[in-house]
């Protein structure tokens, strides 16, 4: 059974009510980038957790991204990752980004043993595959955040799982929120196939997609760790 990492003791200014935050991308510096995606969750999250939340990253681990040179520490046990009607295995390895925060990285040799990161025939089911094991190893772990924070079109099922699918798991303590960025439903082609996937794992087609706001006390931290006006 995997153990829960140590909360940080690195914060700057202790929040009256903190929040633990679990942040869901598919790349983030300085791990894989693509894009400036990337750079927004490798940074945000240590500077969430210098405020004194509990935030926590989980991406896949890409074939490029060697355990030995960024100091992955793997964790025991295995995660069951239901797909449809089968079930996959994945494995879960973490080490910390600044401000010791941690990430968490879903490993899959049939999914992620690759050294790219998108264009593949079968991203559709990779991402729905990192999305699940994800979700499947915090719980496992024993953890569970108030606020699942997700990114990009790799993750946007999450928020419809939480209402349709996944309702009945307690994935999130009780009047928890999951927030997307970004805030404008932005679905590239490789979504499309997403939703088309499986209606029997999705619940999308005859469900609407159902985002909860964001809390107040999530996106006045957010705006002050980046320094916007109030």
Known sequence: MPQEIPPSDTAVEATPQPLKILLLAAEVVPFAKTGGLADVTGSLPPAIRALGHDIRVAMPRYGRIRPARFGLQRL????AVPLDHRRETAELMYTTLANQTPIYFIESARYFDREGIYMYPDDAERFIFFCRGA??????????????HCHDWQTA??????????????LLLPDGQCVYHPLAWRFGASLADVCSRSPALLSMNSQPVRMAPAMDRWWTSWRVALHMPT
Do not use: H, M
Request: aromatic share 6%; proline share 9%.
């Open 157 to 170: 099922l999450v928020p419809n799982w939480l209402k349709t699918l996944l309702c009945a798991r307690s």
């Open 76 to 79: 025991p046990g295995r995660v």
């Open 135 to 148: 979700l499947e190893g915090v719980r496992q772990l024993g953890w569970q955040p108030d606020v699942i």
